[in-house]
């Protein structure tokens, strides 16, 4: 099953938005065993959508679209849709209903031109999970309703809302129509302190091994401040058989590796800290120079950080970090300030440990 993503709008193309819709479908067409072939960005311009469009139904048996399912008049992904795959646009009485719905919830009145939604290509089925107004689209290609020999579906450009219609829908269908039964997973482990090449090296055997093998894979991505993680990908017949993979091959890694793991998937660096600290029951603060309350920040965006976070003394200027935090005369970069710095924020703040 090859399939590719096209995600439509003319705010992608001028950097006015970051295309993250792209790179999630693509992570989990991966997880789900579906290939994705290619990504690719159009403006909301209908001749160079049909184009687009159509040579991505040309090399591949599948579609993703985003965007363009609005209802405003540049929102036109609907029409488009219905002129490559040769059908007249149908209005969807039971669609004008659940957006009528949708509104009423929200105690406002429908506009009209929210009335384009519920037009939709002949053959086309809606997708179930609908949390706004923009319906998704299943659209069989060649006749054949869902045993058709490729398929393009349709998902709103909202992130949330195209999460929904993929895990709900499409990546089932998609397996369906791959013929996919097994499971496939990944577990990503954050580390920091080694290099990207340096921790390559240090599981290449371990690769070298698993491609013998024919066992899980591991990948690397470099993520900047947050590390580097280290994805371990594992396919199996049951949910329980690739967990019970997942968890042999993490440990390798971990003996391999050693310490400089400190995550699991979501978990980032800041929740690791914050979590430890609650469980040992200590408070925080922390004295930044160069990093201008960066760290602070980066805390209190964890929820619940007040937990054990008490908070952050800024103290850029030589004499402040004097009058403040009692640097002693001298060189303000230096071990001594450091020192005094990360003292006397404990003190000032009443924390037990600090950075």
């Not at 490559?84 to 009145?109: K, S």
């Not at 999460?163 to 397996?175: C, F, H, V, W």
């Not at 003996?255 to 929740?271: H, K, L, N, R, Y």
């Amino acid at each position: 099953m090859r399939c590719e993503i096209v995600a439509v709008g003319t705010e992608l193309l001028l950097g006015q938005i970051v295309d993250t819709n792209s790179s999630w479908i693509g992570e989990h067409l991966a997880l789900a065993g579906i290939d994705c072939l290619r990504h690719t960005a159009v403006g909301d311009n209908r001749e160079r959508m049909r184009v687009a469009f159509t040579e991505a139904l040309d090399r591949s048996d599948a579609v993703i679209v985003t965007g363009g399912l609005g209802p405003t008049q540049d929102d036109i992904t609907r029409e488009v849709l219905a002129e490559v795959l040769g059908v007249e646009m149908v209005r969807d009485d039971d669609l004008v209903v659940r957006i009528q719905a949708v509104f009423g919830g929200r105690g406002r009145p429908m506009p009209a031109s929210n009335l384009r939604q519920a037009d939709v290509p002949v053959g086309a089925r809606t997708i179930a999970e609908m949390p706004g107004t923009a319906p998704g689209l299943v659209c069989p290609v060649g006749g054949g309703g869902d045993d058709s020999p490729k398929v393009m579906y349709a998902v709103p450009g909202v992130p949330w809302e195209m999460k929904q219609m993929l895990e709900g829908t499409i990546l089932p269908d998609l397996k369906r129509r791959a013929g996919i039964s097994s499971v496939i997973r990944s577990r990503t482990l954050r580390t920091w302190g080694r290099s990207e090449s340096g921790l390559a090296e240090d599981l290449a055997a371990e690769i070298e091994r698993l491609d013998a093998e024919g066992g899980p894979t591991i990948a690397f991505l470099a993520s900047g401040m947050e590390g580097l993680k280290v994805r371990i990908t594992a396919k199996a017949p049951s949910d329980a058989e690739v967990d019970d993979l997942l968890a042999e091959e993490e440990a390798r890694v971990r003996a391999i590796v050693g310490p400089i793991v400190f995550g699991v998937d979501d978990q980032t660096m800041e929740s690791v800290v914050l979590d430890l600290l609650v469980e040992q029951g200590l408070r925080m603060a922390t004295a930044e120079s160069m990093t201008g309350g960066m760290i602070g920040s980066r805390l209190t965006d964890m929820p619940g950080s007040s937990r054990a976070f008490v908070g952050s003394v800024v103290a850029y200027d030589g004499d402040v970090k004097r009058s403040l935090l009692g640097v002693p005369d001298g060189p303000v970069v230096c071990e001594a300030a450091v020192t005094a710095m990360a003292a006397n924020v404990c003190r000032v703040l009443g924390a037990d440990v600090s950075v």
